[in-house]
């Protein structure tokens, strides 16, 4: 609950949820659920803002993850791939784009062509990032892939995001990149409709 809690926004709900699942964690659980509950816990307290506590969850995550894994009914293991998206999913929710950056463009190159969703949502926090550095060309190079996905998946959250990047990109709405990259919007829509 505390997940969904981020992902729709309520930080405060999110951090409400996380404590009340952690007092229903017994002491000893196998090392899939204390990376998993982990990440989930960095999610919560990146949303909430609270860089030391995500960044030591995402420590507690990765140390869970190099013990030894024993076979669990568990949906989507947790791997160092999937660990590195999500470091740079809580990173670009604290505004750390030095910690970000590397971690989703990383977490990107080990994605499979199927995983189009994550990409998308990856290439959407990327291009965040990029904007916190300056970086606008490669912000609208990520939202333009990240809309183009949306697009193909009919994905009304990563198009949410795409328009808050777009809004996001106010300031430099003259350069050739950010003009472009409503073109494709324009054109993306469009060409749904």
Same mark, same amino acid.
């Given at each position: 609950?505390?997940?969904w $809690? !981020?992902?729709?926004g309520?930080?405060?709900?999110a951090?409400?949820?996380?404590e009340? +699942?952690k007092?229903?964690? %017994?002491k000893q *659980?196998?090392? !899939?659920?204390?990376s998993w509950?982990a *990440?989930?816990?960095? $999610?919560?307290q990146?949303?909430a803002? #609270? ?5 030591a969850?995402?420590? @507690?995550? =990765?140390? +869970?993850l190099?013990k030894?894994q024993e076979?669990?009914?568990?949906? !989507? %293991?947790? #791997?160092f ?5 999500? @470091?740079?999913f809580?990173?670009?929710r ?6 970000s950056?590397p971690?989703?463009? /990383?977490g990107? #190159? =080990?994605?499979e ?7 998308a ?5 990327l291009?965040?990032s ?7 060309? =490669?912000?609208?190079?990520?939202a333009?892939e990240?809309?183009d996905a949306?697009?193909q998946? /009919?994905?009304?959250?990563?198009l949410?995001?795409?328009a808050?990047i @777009? @809004? ?5 709405k #003259?350069?050739?990149?950010v003009?472009?990259? =409503?073109e494709r919007?324009v ?5 749904n409709?």
């Amino acid at each position: 609950m505390s997940y969904w $809690s !981020v992902m729709g926004g309520d930080g405060e709900q999110a951090l409400t949820a996380m404590e009340q +699942a952690k007092s229903l964690l %017994p002491k000893q *659980v196998p090392p !899939v659920v204390e990376s998993w509950f982990a *990440v989930f816990e960095a $999610s919560t307290q990146s949303k909430a803002g #609270d860089t030391s506590a995500a960044m030591a969850a995402l420590g @507690r995550a =990765e140390e +869970a993850l190099g013990k030894d894994q024993e076979p669990w009914a568990w949906t !989507v %293991p947790l #791997d160092f791939g999937r660990l590195t998206r999500h @470091r740079g999913f809580c990173a670009t929710r604290i505004g750390l784009p030095a910690v970000s950056i590397p971690a989703l463009r /990383q977490g990107l #190159d =080990e994605l499979e062509s199927h995983e189009i969703k994550w990409r998308a949502l990856a290439l959407s926090d990327l291009a965040t990032s990029y904007i916190l550095t300056g970086e606008i060309e =490669e912000a609208c190079g990520a939202a333009g892939e990240a809309f183009d996905a949306g697009i193909q998946l /009919q994905s009304d959250r990563v198009l949410k995001r795409i328009a808050r990047i @777009r @809004r996001e990109l106010g300031p430099w709405k #003259d350069t050739k990149a950010v003009r472009e990259l =409503e073109e494709r919007m324009v054109g993306g829509f469009l060409g749904n409709s």
